[in-house]
DNA sequence: AATTTGTGAAACCGAAAGGTTGCACATATA
DNA sequence: TATATGTGCAACCTTTCGGTTTCACAAATT
């Protein structure tokens, strides 16, 4: 199944291991103490996020160690940008209200 | 049941309607003309970005026009801006890397 | 008043999601 | 070599998701 950005991050759990490796490359077991659930489940999220590339592995003897893929999240960003214009140019109209407003009070 | 934004987000149908209606305030009859799936689907879209407050309704005679309520979307930016550090900073390091190497160079 | 139009809600359905348990297998360690 | 450890994968189960169909109802139109 094509799984994309946007349905990686939607699950809470998933967006919870994103912030733990963010800061550091994590094996599938030190994740899962951080959570209520079992070393599988969080190996079926490192499958999902690795899938659609949020997530890279490095093995290391037997362990594997999974690191965030940061630039993936700018497609995030880059799907945010259209909408950014719009809620820009509303705070600029905000703006000219204001500095009317500033006018009308002088 | 209790949805967030990033779940409404991460169905594709979910985000034509946003797109859509970004430009303009439209009913459902009108949106779900642009998709191949029923009025009452798109219905059911709409109730979710309804739930988690990414669209607003006004009603108007009997049709309903459903609009964006776009500072919803900056919860998302937000979210990304603790990432955006991260990689901004990543691009600053490649930066310094970069000038190494030109002052090799010479 | 009768009919058409725009809408939401409920019941139902198949597929997918997210979890568990059990297993296989490679790598460390005794 | 025998055992412990770290991991992924498959089978299974329950819940959720996204769709359809059917219905109810208010507002517009005839």
Redesign the interface.
């Known amino acids: 199944m094509r799984r ?1 950005i ?2 990686a ?2 699950d ?1 759990t998933r ?1 919870a291991i994103i ?1 733990l490796i ?1 800061v550091q490359s994590m094996t599938p077991n030190a994740l899962a103490e951080n959570f209520h659930t079992s070393r599988q489940a969080i190996s079926k999220h490192l499958r999902i996020l690795t899938e659609c590339e949020l997530v890279k592995q490095e093995q290391q003897g037997r362990e594997i160690y999974y690191q965030l893929e ?2 993936k ?2 497609e ?2 880059k ?2 940008e ?3 214009r ?2 820009e140019s ?1 705070f600029d109209q905000l703006d000219k209200v204001l500095s009317t407003m500033k006018k009308q009070k002088k």
């Open positions: 994309d946007f349905q991050i939607a809470p967006r912030a963010a940061i630039k999240l700018k995030i960003d799907w945010l259209q909408y950014r719009i809620w509303q």
